[in-house]
């Protein structure tokens, strides 16, 4: 058995990334002290325990790459992304998601800014699918479909829908496994159009402002990209097809709620929030604790649509956003330890390819009403 058979038979581990955030200008004005040294060389991460006089007691954390206050967007998408999304355009699955306290820049690590120094690691995700579809030969036919969705209070919302606050059923399908029912999936032809289907999806997005980030998620959002390929039809062939699906998940901030000072709606909202986290971080050590062999997939929704991401047929990468501030020493240390464990998961990654299928265009909702608007 070759080298990267035996790999694949035995799987791959979860990647996990930690990216600490500048200071923000409250803490600057605050002066308050940077608890967080980042050691690229060695990819790892130090933190002071601010109670503890001198940084006599020191914790340090090993990741697959660490990123500092200076570190660009482009070096995290080509240091811990561009590979995951070159093998979905070989048909594996991807999934990227961010997670961290609020307020640490997980939105910002997805989505970013507007100027091409500022994008994040969805945009760029789109400039390279595209670049790589213009570089193939007429050979191969591509279909590229999307589709945006948000957990919100227990909710799966639709963000490409007109009626985005109807709440969406999860759905699981004996082969090929949890789907959403009804979820619109837009035809894209090019990054541009992917770029504008981001933005109406954003729009429909919960956000609200907490004590801790005026522009915070509310809730959990996935966007997902399908990029369905066939090639080798001849006269005799109707060829074959891969299918590659890439899952970029921006994940709603953990908070502590005496923090916070919430109440009312966002009180709620938080509430929910932490469960559905903490049922992430349930999976997460039932995956790696391996003891009775169940997984609690089934707690939360954001667990059973990321089923696949952990534990299952996908490479993911893992995006731990963490903040300076001695102010955060607690939920960084959380973020870490949860981003520490995460590493041990394991997954089964495989090309999905179908020798008879045809790129089932037919299949595909087509929300003729929602293109105009994309393409217009
Ligand atoms: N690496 C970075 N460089 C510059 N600014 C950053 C960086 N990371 C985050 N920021 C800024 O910090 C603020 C908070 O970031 P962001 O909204 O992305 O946090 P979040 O983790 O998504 O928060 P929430 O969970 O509340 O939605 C934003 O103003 C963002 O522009």
Known sequence: MSKSNQQSSRGECVKVVVRCRPQNRA????????????????????????????????????????????SSQHQVYHGSVSDVVAS????????IFAYGQTGTGKTYTM?????EASKGIIP?????????????SHEVQFLVRVSFLEVYNEEVRDLLSKDSKRALEVREHRSTGVYIKGLTAIIVKSAKELEKVLEVGKKNRSIGATLMNQDSSRSHSIFTIT?????????????????????????????RQSRTQASGERLKEATR?????????????????????????????????????????????????????????????????YANRAKNIRNLPRINEDPKARVPQSNIRNNAAFCSRVSG
């Open 27 to 70: 803490e600057t004005a605050a002066s308050l002290r940077s608890i967080v040294s980042v050691v690229t060389s060695l990819k790892q991460i130090d933190v002071e325990d601010p109670r503890i006089p001198s940084g006599a007691d020191r914790k340090t954390f090993s990741f697959d790459s660490v990123y500092d206050v200076e």
């Open 88 to 95: 979905v355009l070989h048909g594996y699955n991807g999934t």
């Open 111 to 115: 989505e970013g800014g507007v100027d």
């Open 124 to 136: 760029q995700s789109f400039a390279q699918i595209y670049t790589h579809i213009e570089e193939q």
């Open 227 to 255: 990029v369905e390929m066939l090639e080798g039809v001849t006269k005799e062939s109707s060829g074959h097809t891969r299918v590659g699906k890439l899952n970029l998940v921006d994940l709603a901030g953990s908070e």
């Open 273 to 337: 929030i932490n469960m559905a986290l903490s049922a992430l971080g349930n999976v997460i050590s039932a995956l790696v604790d391996n003891r009775t062999g169940h997984i609690p997939y089934r707690d939360s929704k954001l667990t059973r649509l990321l089923q696949d991401s952990l534990g299952g047929n996908t490479k993911t990468v893992m995006i731990a956003n963490i903040g300076p501030a001695e102010t955060d020493y607690e939920e960084t240390m959380s973020t870490l330890r």
